[in-house]
């Protein structure tokens, strides 16, 4: 449950959501190197992310004639 009201510009839009979360059962070597593979990993999404156009259509029929 979020505790912060959504823009109303995404009102009935979906959302894709990633959690990142510390797991109890890390030694403590590992959570040094956590916050390193944290942000490893968020620079790599915004690398490869991109905004399809706003009347992209996906045709899982041409998909698969391929």
Not at 40 to 48: G, K, N, S, V
């Amino acid at each position: 449950m979020l505790d912060e009201k959504l823009d109303a510009a995404l009102e009935g839009k979906k959302l894709f959501l990633v959690l990142i979360e510390e797991s109890p059962q890390l030694q403590s070597n590992d959570t040094q190197n956590l916050e390193p593979r944290k942000q490893r990993f968020l620079e790599q999404l915004q690398q490869y992310s991109f905004k399809l156009p706003e009347d992209y259509e996906f045709d899982r029929a041409e998909l698969y004639e391929r």
